[in-house]
T-cell receptor, first 112, second 113 residues
Framework: DSGVTQTPKHLITATGQRVTLRCSPR?????VYWYQQSLDQGLQFLIQ???????AKGNILERFSAQQFPDLHSELNLSSLELGDSALYFC???????????FGSGTQLSVL | GESVGLHLPTLSVQEGDNSIINCAYS??????FIWYKQESGKGPQFIID?????DKRQGQRVTVLLNKTVKHLSLQIAATQPGDSAVYFC????????????FGQGTILTVHP
């Protein structure tokens, strides 16, 4: 167990809908990262937050947004969902920058 | 570089053999490298890391070698066990200070009893 908690584990929804994925980092970790894993793109970095502030953005679509709350948990919001958004979404956390990331077990999103 | 998930390289070994998984990275500015193991249905699990000021680092049954000249990283697993069967990813930080990691495509390791 990495100590990073993600909910829900599975999410099935329809095109056009909006969903929220939740992540609780390891105790003491200030950085939270979101990654998307799909068969054709592998693991892709989406966005990073550090102590409530956005620090880095990767290949994140404009339909996606995230935030980190004062208690350090983070949410990833995916809207206007398309079939191609079906993937595993991982949250990871670390104490600080350039430190090893600890990953949660992911949320499997299926858009039908 | 970008990770492409199609047709992952595979490595099959017998239990007890040593395994070597290779990874070529693209960004010469990368300063920090990590190996992760991902089992089916689980998130990537940290194995070992190395910074660019080192050539070699050892952990329990694992060794990471870094060759900055040819931008190559390898993971050696000693006395491979069936429980080591998984997909192994190398990741690099691209020289950024934010901890954003770029993952390689992964290698499927299968250990036969």
């Amino acid at each position: 167990d990495s100590g990073v908690t993600q909910t829900p584990k599975h999410l099935i929804t329809a095109t056009g809908q909006r969903v929220t994925l939740r992540c609780s980092p390891r105790s003491g970790d200030l950085s939270v990262y979101w990654y998307q894993q799909s068969l054709d793109q592998g693991l892709q970095f989406l966005i990073q937050y550090y102590n409530g502030e956005e620090r880095a953005k990767g290949n994140i679509l404009e339909r996606f947004s995230a935030q980190q709350f004062p208690d350090l948990h983070s949410e990833l919001n995916l809207s206007s969902l398309e079939l191609g958004d079906s993937a595993l979404y991982f949250c990871a956390s670390s104490v600080d920058y350039n430190e090893k990331l600890f990953f949660g077990s992911g949320t499997q999103l299926s858009v039908l | 570089g970008e990770s492409v998930g199609l047709h992952l390289p595979t490595l099959s070994v017998q239990e007890g053999d040593n395994s070597i998984i290779n990874c070529a990275y693209s960004n010469s500015a990368s300063d920090y490298f990590i190996w992760y193991k991902q089992e089916s249905g689980k998130g990537p699990q940290f194995i070992i890391d190395i910074r660019s000021n080192m050539d070699k680092r050892q952990g329990q049954r694992v060794t990471v070698l870094l060759n900055k000249t040819v931008k190559h990283l390898s993971l050696q697993i000693a006395a491979t066990q069936p429980g080591d069967s998984a997909v192994y990813f190398c990741a690099e930080d691209g020289g950024t200070s934010y901890g954003k990691l770029t993952f390689g495509q992964g290698t499927i390791l299968t250990v036969h009893p």
